[in-house]
């Protein structure tokens, strides 16, 4: 679903600069602060991070603070989205702020377009933890929110209004100011035809979008197909070939970002280099890319210059160097202290961490530059869930009207084929994102010298520059940012996909359920063969289970079921793991060195 599908929008555009504010009637108050352990945030960055816009547009922000939620009676955000386990903003209506109701991960995105609702990088990488009976805030740590469940009660949502009458009516009250009719009731009900008009469109587009992100297994809690969405959105729906969509059946859950930043490789099954500064926007903007940015793809006539998105790549290069800053929640003794005996078990624990686990989970690096190179583990050796590695290693996606474009545009570009492997083909795409013009004088606050180096190649805005620098795209040198594009692309090839990622543990215990998919509720379980593992367990719960290190898997609102596709709990185990050869009281010891980290 792309912008150039649902032109009617653009009507709404017009009203969006005049509709009223927004604070839903009704809305819930937040309830008192969390707690917030120290990782290495002030209170400053952390409101920051919580509303930094990336360029997401899920859809107008009049519209999305207009809409009533699909059982009726109240508006959809009503209760700030907590019914689908996102977080309340403890900093939304501070001092010089008005207060708009949005959850930790939400807000207004505007562009010359327009004002749009949009989803940020905090709405999936924050969370809150309950610890004997304390409220613990845990930036960087995977959400608990079930994204599936938001998009499709709101597609119905959106559903529901253009289809009842009475609804749509009062939806229309809410987001035409008054003003409008006031002096031509003739008009006033062109409006509300025109708003009609385009609402159905987007209605219609969303639900698609909803039933092409329908899975056979549902994720649940804390989880989603990243891959998936993101090839579907942009291979599908922003290029506009229906032949590249498929279910998104791999969900994974939602990785922790302290020391992110600084890994060489990210995603799960390390598919992303991640050591120049254009890497790491590269995978922001395939990311945003699957939320809902704008993508303007269409069929090139001349050299393509760049692709047209709403992704907002200064803001995502201030949001990498915030998660540089970012470090582990530790162990919160002063709300939870441990015993004596529990030290004591944490010294002999280390003692089998050094053994068992040190060759792939290295200690984090401290300091100002913590560069780590992490270890990647075939998956004949691992022999965990292969779903989402052998999807992003196998998919295959036509290329379409982009068949034998070279992006960029460069000799040693070779031209897209008919069909190309769909992380290639998105990886394309991000490079034509990355290429677009930027504004002649960016504000470079928050960025750093690498970041602004990649800005600085990128051409800028404005007739007389983009006159003279067009030919510079034509051309093959790589000037005009294509250079560094090239170094992105040509990274990312020869890697081995099947494989997944091991990556430091500091702070693991605020991050459960464990493995990449999320199959398995505890650390202690993982310390168990799989055969002794849950087969089954409920997701959802926020409250830590001390003994076991995860959450409760008694009590939540889903039930996991490792023997449904995708949702294998089997792997990381046998001797080389200890799963075999560790005592219970071996293993007490281990979780107790892994709680310290």
């Known amino acids: ?77 009503a209760d700030s989205l907590a019914r689908f386990g996102y977080l309340p903003n403890p900093y939304d209506g501070a001092p010089g702020s008005v207060r708009t109701g949005l959850p930790i991960g939400f807000v207004k995105d505007v562009d010359d377009r327009g004002e749009w609702v949009g989803m940020t990088c905090a709405a999936c990488h924050v969370n809150r933890v309950e610890l004997r009976g304390q409220t613990i805030q845990i930036d960087g740590g995977p959400t608990n929110a ?36 006031a002096h031509d009731p003739g008009a006033a009900e062109a409006d509300r035809a025109r708003l009609r008009k385009s609402l159905d469109s987007f209605a219609k587009d969303f639900s698609d979008y909803v039933e092409t992100s329908r899975a056979a297994v549902p994720w649940g809690p804390a989880r989603l197909d990243a891959f998936g969405m993101i090839f579907n959105r942009a291979t599908g729906l922003d290029l506009h070939d ?42 922001n903007v395939g990311e945003v890319l699957g939320v809902f940015a704008y993508a303007d793809i269409r069929e090139p006539t001349l050299p393509p210059l760049w692709f047209e998105t709403s992704a907002d790549r200064l803001n995502l290069l201030r949001i990498e160097n915030q998660l ?43 300091g100002s530059n913590r560069a780590q190179t992490v270890v990647m583990t075939p998956l004949a050796e691992i022999g965990t869930d292969p779903k989402m590695a052998e999807n992003a290693a196998n998919r295959r996606a036509k290329t379409g009207i982009l068949e034998g474009v070279r992006m960029p545009f460069l000799a040693t ?58 030919p510079l795209l034509n051309d093959v040198s790589t000037a005009g940012g294509k250079g560094a594009v090239a170094d992105f692309l040509d990274r990312r090839k020869d890697r081995d ?61 889903f039930l996991f079921d490792t023997t449904l596709p995708g949702n294998s ?19 007490r010891q281990l979780l107790e060195y892994l709680r310290t980290l």
């Open 242 to 283: 229906r032949r590249n969509i498929a279910k998104p059946d791999a969900p994974v859950s939602y990785p922790f970002l302290w020391d992110t930043s600084w890994h060489d490789k990210v995603q799960w099954n390390g598919s992303a280099p991640n050591k120049l500064a254009v890497e790491r926007l590269g995978r």
């Open 324 to 366: 540089g800053a970012l470090t582990a929640p530790v162990w919160p003794d002063r709300i939870a202290p441990r015993t004596e005996a529990q030290k004591r078990d944490a010294v002999a624990g280390k003692t089998f961490y050094d053994q068992l686990c040190l060759s792939c989970h290295a200690i984090a690096a401290k």
């Open 413 to 470: 570009t070779p031209p897209l084929p008919a069909e190309t492997r769909s992380l290639d083909l998105v990886a394309a795409i991000v490079a034509g994102a990355i290429l677009a013009p930027i504004d002649k004088a960016p504000d470079l606050t928050r960025i750093r010298a690498d970041q602004g180096v990649v800005i600085d190649r990128l051409l800028k805005r404005g007739a007389s520059t983009i006159r003279s620098g067009n």
């Open 1 to 77: 679903m792309t912008r150039s599908r649902i032109a009617g929008v653009a009507f709404a555009t017009l009203l969006m600069l005049t509709a009223r504010p927004a604070t839903p009637a009704g809305a819930e108050q937040p309830g008192p602060a969390p707690h917030f352990l120290n990782q290495s945030w002030s209170a400053q960055d952390r409101a920051w991070f919580y509303t930094a816009s990336q360029g997401s547009q899920i859809m107008p922000y009049a519209w999305f603070m207009s809409l009533e939620s699909a059982e009726g009676g109240r508006l959809f955000v």
């Open 569 to 587: 709990n089997r792997g990381h185990e046998g001797p080389a793991y200890g799963t075999d050869r560790l005592d219970d009281a071996q293993r």
């Open 146 to 181: 079930d994204m599936f469940a938001f998009i499709e009660e709101l597609g119905r949502a959106l559903t529901l209004t253009a289809s009842e009458p009475d609804r749509f009516e009062r939806f229309a009250g809410r987001v035409l100011p008054p003003e409008l009719s």
């Open 497 to 557: 996909l099947l494989a997944y990622k091991a990556r430091p543990l500091d702070g693991i215990w605020a991050t459960g359920p464990f493995l990449h998919n999320g199959s398995v509720p505890t650390l202690y379980e993982l310390l168990l063969p799989s055969e002794r593992r849950s087969k089954t367990f409920r997701v959802g719960s926020r409250d830590v289970d001390e003994a076991r290190l995860g959450f409760r898997s008694d009590v939540g609102p």
